[in-house]
Protein backbone atom coordinates (compact mmCIF):
# COMPACT_ATOMS: atom_id res chain seq x y z
CA UNK A 1 0.00 0.00 0.00
CA UNK A 2 1.32 3.65 -0.78
CA UNK A 3 2.78 5.32 2.33
CA UNK A 4 -0.10 8.72 3.12
CA UNK A 5 1.79 12.03 2.25
CA UNK A 6 1.30 15.67 4.08
CA UNK A 7 -0.17 16.62 7.68
CA UNK A 8 -3.80 14.74 6.69
CA UNK A 9 -5.05 12.39 9.10
CA UNK A 10 -8.20 10.67 8.83
CA UNK A 11 -10.41 9.26 11.52
CA UNK A 12 -8.52 5.48 11.63
CA UNK A 13 -4.95 7.44 11.43
CA UNK A 14 -6.54 9.15 14.84
CA UNK A 15 -7.73 6.24 16.25
CA UNK A 16 -4.86 4.65 15.72
CA UNK A 17 -2.29 7.35 17.40
CA UNK A 18 -5.27 7.41 20.37
CA UNK A 19 -4.34 3.49 20.94
CA UNK A 20 -0.26 2.93 20.46
CA UNK A 21 -0.26 6.06 22.83
CA UNK A 22 -2.31 4.37 25.18
CA UNK A 23 -1.66 0.68 25.66
CA UNK A 24 0.14 -0.89 23.28
CA UNK A 25 -0.13 -4.69 23.24
CA UNK A 26 2.38 -7.20 24.47
CA UNK A 27 1.46 -9.98 22.17
CA UNK A 28 2.95 -12.08 19.67
CA UNK A 29 1.15 -10.20 17.10
CA UNK A 30 0.64 -7.05 18.18
CA UNK A 31 -0.09 -4.87 15.18
CA UNK A 32 -2.76 -7.80 14.78
CA UNK A 33 -4.51 -7.24 17.88
CA UNK A 34 -4.57 -3.46 16.83
CA UNK A 35 -6.14 -4.48 13.58
CA UNK A 36 -8.64 -6.47 15.64
CA UNK A 37 -9.73 -3.04 17.81
CA UNK A 38 -9.58 -0.70 14.69
CA UNK A 39 -11.28 -3.46 12.46
CA UNK A 40 -8.41 -3.27 9.96
CA UNK A 41 -5.90 -6.01 8.51
CA UNK A 42 -2.56 -6.05 10.37
CA UNK A 43 -0.52 -4.87 7.03
CA UNK A 44 -2.78 -1.74 6.97
CA UNK A 45 -2.19 -0.77 10.76
CA UNK A 46 1.95 -1.48 9.87
CA UNK A 47 2.14 0.39 6.86
CA UNK A 48 -0.14 3.05 8.77
CA UNK A 49 2.16 3.51 11.64
CA UNK A 50 5.02 3.50 8.80
CA UNK A 51 3.30 6.43 7.53
CA UNK A 52 2.91 8.34 10.65
CA UNK A 53 6.63 7.96 11.73
CA UNK A 54 7.62 8.70 7.94
CA UNK A 55 5.47 11.94 8.36
CA UNK A 56 6.94 12.24 11.80
CA UNK A 57 4.28 12.33 13.98
CA UNK A 58 5.31 9.15 15.60
CA UNK A 59 8.79 9.19 16.95
CA UNK A 60 8.93 5.65 17.98
CA UNK A 61 7.48 3.09 19.94
CA UNK A 62 9.93 1.39 22.67
CA UNK A 63 9.59 0.79 26.56
CA UNK A 64 9.70 4.16 28.29
CA UNK A 65 11.67 3.66 31.56
CA UNK A 66 11.31 4.79 35.34
CA UNK A 67 14.47 6.19 35.46
CA UNK A 68 14.81 6.71 39.42
CA UNK A 69 13.99 2.83 39.60
CA UNK A 70 17.10 2.04 37.40
CA UNK A 71 19.46 4.05 39.66
CA UNK A 72 19.71 7.57 37.93
CA UNK A 73 19.17 10.71 39.27
CA UNK A 74 17.16 13.25 37.17
CA UNK A 75 15.93 16.76 37.84
CA UNK A 76 14.75 19.52 35.78
CA UNK A 77 17.07 22.62 35.42
CA UNK A 78 17.11 26.45 35.04
CA UNK A 79 20.21 28.57 33.74
CA UNK A 80 20.34 32.90 33.70
CA UNK A 81 22.05 33.31 30.64
CA UNK A 82 22.73 36.51 29.23
CA UNK A 83 21.28 36.45 25.80
CA UNK A 84 24.59 36.82 23.86
CA UNK A 85 25.97 33.89 25.34
CA UNK A 86 23.08 31.54 25.13
CA UNK A 87 24.30 29.74 21.87
CA UNK A 88 27.56 28.71 23.85
CA UNK A 89 25.98 27.65 26.87
CA UNK A 90 23.19 25.64 25.28
CA UNK A 91 26.21 23.88 23.24
CA UNK A 92 27.90 23.46 26.12
CA UNK A 93 24.87 21.80 28.28
CA UNK A 94 24.05 19.69 25.03
CA UNK A 95 27.00 17.96 24.88
CA UNK A 96 26.09 15.70 28.14
CA UNK A 97 24.29 12.46 26.56
CA UNK A 98 21.98 12.75 29.87
CA UNK A 99 20.36 15.66 28.97
CA UNK A 100 17.65 15.11 26.89
CA UNK A 101 15.55 18.24 26.80
CA UNK A 102 16.43 21.82 26.46
CA UNK A 103 14.46 25.26 25.33
CA UNK A 104 15.22 28.68 25.46
CA UNK A 105 12.07 30.32 27.55
CA UNK A 106 11.82 33.93 28.74
CA UNK A 107 13.89 35.67 31.35
CA UNK A 108 15.42 35.83 33.99
CA UNK A 109 15.85 31.90 34.17
CA UNK A 110 15.79 31.14 30.37
CA UNK A 111 17.71 27.99 29.74
CA UNK A 112 16.07 24.97 30.81
CA UNK A 113 16.82 21.22 30.41
CA UNK A 114 15.98 18.26 32.14
CA UNK A 115 19.02 16.10 33.09
CA UNK A 116 19.79 11.97 34.12
CA UNK A 117 22.54 10.99 35.68
CA UNK A 118 23.38 7.08 35.83
CA UNK A 119 24.42 5.22 39.01
CA UNK A 120 27.27 5.97 40.89
CA UNK A 121 27.12 9.64 39.97
CA UNK A 122 26.57 12.82 41.49
CA UNK A 123 23.56 15.16 39.61
CA UNK A 124 24.91 17.94 41.93
CA UNK A 125 28.64 17.90 40.64
CA UNK A 126 27.08 16.97 36.94
CA UNK A 127 25.26 20.15 36.82
CA UNK A 128 27.94 21.84 38.43
CA UNK A 129 30.49 21.15 35.70
CA UNK A 130 27.78 21.96 32.85
CA UNK A 131 27.26 25.48 34.50
CA UNK A 132 31.18 26.09 34.83
CA UNK A 133 31.25 24.98 31.11
CA UNK A 134 28.51 26.59 30.11
CA UNK A 135 30.01 29.86 31.42
CA UNK A 136 29.21 30.01 35.17
CA UNK A 137 26.00 31.20 34.88
CA UNK A 138 22.99 31.67 38.10
CA UNK A 139 21.91 27.71 38.11
CA UNK A 140 19.01 26.19 39.81
CA UNK A 141 18.45 22.65 40.59
CA UNK A 142 14.22 21.36 40.02
CA UNK A 143 14.47 18.12 41.09
CA UNK A 144 10.54 16.61 41.77
CA UNK A 145 9.86 16.96 45.04
CA UNK A 146 6.75 14.91 44.46
CA UNK A 147 4.56 13.68 41.39
CA UNK A 148 1.08 14.09 40.34
CA UNK A 149 0.89 13.17 36.55
CA UNK A 150 3.35 11.88 34.36
CA UNK A 151 1.85 10.86 31.19
CA UNK A 152 2.05 12.30 27.51
CA UNK A 153 -0.88 11.31 26.32
CA UNK A 154 -2.45 13.71 23.22
CA UNK A 155 -5.59 14.03 22.85
CA UNK A 156 -5.44 13.52 18.96
CA UNK A 157 -9.25 12.45 18.81
CA UNK A 158 -11.83 14.95 17.36
CA UNK A 159 -15.63 15.38 18.68
CA UNK A 160 -17.75 11.87 18.08
CA UNK A 161 -14.50 9.48 17.85
CA UNK A 162 -13.86 9.63 21.54
CA UNK A 163 -16.13 6.32 21.83
CA UNK A 164 -15.44 4.10 19.03
CA UNK A 165 -12.64 2.52 21.09
CA UNK A 166 -12.52 2.08 24.71
CA UNK A 167 -8.89 1.15 25.69
CA UNK A 168 -8.02 2.99 28.95
CA UNK A 169 -4.06 4.10 29.85
CA UNK A 170 -2.29 1.89 31.58
CA UNK A 171 -1.00 2.42 34.86
CA UNK A 172 1.54 4.68 34.73
CA UNK A 173 4.05 4.49 38.26
CA UNK A 174 4.76 7.57 39.49
CA UNK A 175 7.22 6.96 42.40
CA UNK A 176 10.68 5.46 42.04
CA UNK A 177 10.33 1.55 42.46
CA UNK A 178 12.74 -0.79 43.82
CA UNK A 179 15.25 -3.51 43.30
CA UNK A 180 16.92 -3.08 39.73
CA UNK A 181 20.20 -4.54 39.28
CA UNK A 182 22.39 -2.64 37.74
CA UNK A 183 24.06 -6.02 35.87
CA UNK A 184 25.14 -6.83 32.48
CA UNK A 185 22.56 -8.60 31.35
CA UNK A 186 19.68 -6.25 32.72
CA UNK A 187 21.88 -3.15 30.76
CA UNK A 188 21.88 -5.06 27.86
CA UNK A 189 17.88 -5.32 27.85
CA UNK A 190 17.66 -1.95 28.68
CA UNK A 191 19.52 -1.10 25.52
CA UNK A 192 17.31 -3.20 23.48
CA UNK A 193 14.11 -2.15 25.01
CA UNK A 194 14.63 1.56 24.80
CA UNK A 195 14.86 1.12 21.02
CA UNK A 196 12.26 1.43 18.71
CA UNK A 197 9.82 -1.56 17.78
CA UNK A 198 10.17 -3.47 14.67
CA UNK A 199 7.59 -2.79 11.93
CA UNK A 200 7.09 -6.61 11.27
CA UNK A 201 4.20 -9.17 12.33
CA UNK A 202 6.41 -10.25 15.38
CA UNK A 203 8.14 -7.80 16.46
CA UNK A 204 9.12 -9.20 19.70
CA UNK A 205 10.49 -12.16 18.73
CA UNK A 206 12.79 -10.40 15.88
CA UNK A 207 13.90 -8.19 19.11
CA UNK A 208 14.92 -11.38 21.09
CA UNK A 209 16.51 -12.84 18.46
CA UNK A 210 19.29 -9.91 18.96
CA UNK A 211 19.33 -10.91 23.01
CA UNK A 212 19.68 -14.48 22.25
CA UNK A 213 16.55 -15.51 24.46
CA UNK A 214 12.88 -16.41 22.97
CA UNK A 215 10.20 -14.16 22.14
CA UNK A 216 7.57 -15.44 24.79
CA UNK A 217 10.30 -14.74 27.51
CA UNK A 218 11.20 -11.09 26.21
CA UNK A 219 7.70 -10.31 26.29
CA UNK A 220 6.89 -11.92 29.94
CA UNK A 221 10.41 -9.96 30.77
CA UNK A 222 8.71 -6.67 29.76
CA UNK A 223 5.10 -7.46 31.49
CA UNK A 224 7.16 -8.20 34.63
CA UNK A 225 9.36 -5.20 34.07
CA UNK A 226 5.73 -3.15 34.09
CA UNK A 227 4.47 -4.62 37.12
CA UNK A 228 7.64 -4.49 39.02
CA UNK A 229 7.62 -0.61 37.28
CA UNK A 230 11.08 -0.42 35.99
CA UNK A 231 9.07 0.10 32.81
CA UNK A 232 6.62 3.13 33.07
CA UNK A 233 5.04 2.15 30.17
CA UNK A 234 4.95 0.79 26.06
CA UNK A 235 3.85 3.01 24.10
CA UNK A 236 4.12 5.48 21.16
CA UNK A 237 5.73 8.81 21.53
CA UNK A 238 4.88 11.02 19.52
CA UNK A 239 5.80 14.49 17.97
CA UNK A 240 3.55 17.01 19.07
CA UNK A 241 4.02 19.97 16.57
CA UNK A 242 3.07 16.96 13.29
CA UNK A 243 -0.11 16.03 15.39
CA UNK A 244 -1.67 19.54 15.87
CA UNK A 245 0.04 20.74 19.32
CA UNK A 246 1.66 23.62 18.15
CA UNK A 247 2.39 25.38 21.48
CA UNK A 248 3.27 23.79 24.89
CA UNK A 249 3.83 25.74 27.90
CA UNK A 250 5.17 25.11 31.57
CA UNK A 251 2.75 27.14 34.14
CA UNK A 252 4.09 27.80 37.94
CA UNK A 253 2.83 28.61 40.81
CA UNK A 254 3.89 29.80 44.16
CA UNK A 255 1.39 27.54 46.30
CA UNK A 256 1.27 26.86 50.15
CA UNK A 257 3.06 23.99 51.14
CA UNK A 258 0.03 22.64 52.96
CA UNK A 259 -2.29 23.17 49.60
CA UNK A 260 -0.05 21.61 46.97
CA UNK A 261 -1.04 17.96 47.31
CA UNK A 262 -4.34 19.52 46.98
CA UNK A 263 -3.60 21.18 44.14
CA UNK A 264 -1.77 18.98 42.34
CA UNK A 265 -4.46 16.53 42.13
CA UNK A 266 -6.82 18.60 40.69
CA UNK A 267 -4.26 19.76 37.96
CA UNK A 268 -3.35 16.01 37.32
CA UNK A 269 -6.86 15.17 36.66
CA UNK A 270 -7.28 18.09 33.93
CA UNK A 271 -6.38 16.06 30.57
CA UNK A 272 -4.09 19.01 28.39
CA UNK A 273 -2.25 18.94 31.13
CA UNK A 274 1.00 15.99 30.86
CA UNK A 275 3.21 16.57 33.58
CA UNK A 276 2.24 18.29 36.84
CA UNK A 277 5.37 18.48 39.36
CA UNK A 278 5.91 19.92 43.25
CA UNK A 279 8.92 21.13 43.17
CA UNK A 280 11.73 23.23 45.65
CA UNK A 281 11.49 26.99 45.49
CA UNK A 282 14.23 29.30 45.66
CA UNK A 283 14.46 32.79 46.57
CA UNK A 284 15.58 33.79 42.92
CA UNK A 285 12.45 31.36 41.82
CA UNK A 286 9.64 31.15 44.26
CA UNK A 287 7.63 28.84 42.37
CA UNK A 288 7.13 25.48 43.75
CA UNK A 289 4.04 23.80 41.86
CA UNK A 290 4.60 22.96 38.16
CA UNK A 291 2.29 21.68 35.26
CA UNK A 292 3.06 21.40 31.67
CA UNK A 293 -0.22 21.95 29.03
CA UNK A 294 -0.32 21.75 25.51
CA UNK A 295 -2.31 23.41 22.98
CA UNK A 296 -2.63 23.94 19.55
CA UNK A 297 -1.56 27.39 19.69
CA UNK A 298 -0.06 29.97 22.61
CA UNK A 299 -3.84 31.56 23.07
CA UNK A 300 -5.56 27.78 23.64
CA UNK A 301 -2.74 27.11 26.06
CA UNK A 302 -3.37 30.40 27.57
CA UNK A 303 -7.23 29.65 28.02
CA UNK A 304 -6.25 26.37 29.74
CA UNK A 305 -3.50 28.05 32.51
CA UNK A 306 -7.06 30.42 33.34
CA UNK A 307 -9.11 27.26 33.89
CA UNK A 308 -5.97 25.23 35.89
CA UNK A 309 -5.58 28.32 38.29
CA UNK A 310 -9.59 28.33 38.42
CA UNK A 311 -9.81 24.94 39.40
CA UNK A 312 -6.87 25.38 42.05
CA UNK A 313 -8.31 29.20 43.31
CA UNK A 314 -4.37 30.36 42.48
CA UNK A 315 -4.76 33.06 40.50
CA UNK A 316 -1.54 34.09 40.51
CA UNK A 317 0.85 32.29 38.09
CA UNK A 318 3.47 32.26 35.18
CA UNK A 319 2.82 30.57 31.80
CA UNK A 320 7.16 29.85 29.99
CA UNK A 321 6.85 29.25 26.58
CA UNK A 322 9.42 27.78 24.80
CA UNK A 323 11.01 29.91 21.97
CA UNK A 324 13.58 28.05 21.07
CA UNK A 325 14.12 23.98 21.26
CA UNK A 326 18.34 23.54 21.79
CA UNK A 327 17.70 19.72 21.93
CA UNK A 328 14.89 17.27 22.21
CA UNK A 329 15.87 13.53 22.23
CA UNK A 330 14.86 10.10 23.60
CA UNK A 331 16.71 9.72 26.24
CA UNK A 332 19.00 6.63 26.02
CA UNK A 333 20.19 5.02 29.18
CA UNK A 334 23.33 3.53 30.33
CA UNK A 335 24.99 5.11 27.46
CA UNK A 336 28.52 5.27 29.31
CA UNK A 337 28.62 1.22 29.88
CA UNK A 338 30.87 -1.23 28.19
Not at 67 to 81: D, I, K
Not at 145 to 171: F, H, I, M, Q, R
Request: one cysteine or more; hydrophobic letters at 45%; a neutral charge.
Amino acid sequence: MPILKGDFLDTIDRRLLDQIQRSFPIEECPYAVLAERLGLREDEVIWRIESLKARRMVRQISAIFNTGALGYQSSLVAMAVPTSYVERAAEAVNAYPGVSHNYLRPAPFNLWFTIAVPPGKSLNEVVARLSHEAGGWPTLILPAVKKYKLAVVLDVLEDGETDLVSTELSEISLEGAQGFQVSERNIRLVRCLQEDLPLESRPFHSMAQHLNMGGDDLMALIRQWLARHWIRRFAAVLNHRQVGFGANGMVVWQCDPLRIDHAGTILAAFPEVSHCYQRPAHSQWPYNLYAMIHGKTEEECHQIAHRLAEAVDLGQYRILFSTREFKKIRLKLFWNEP
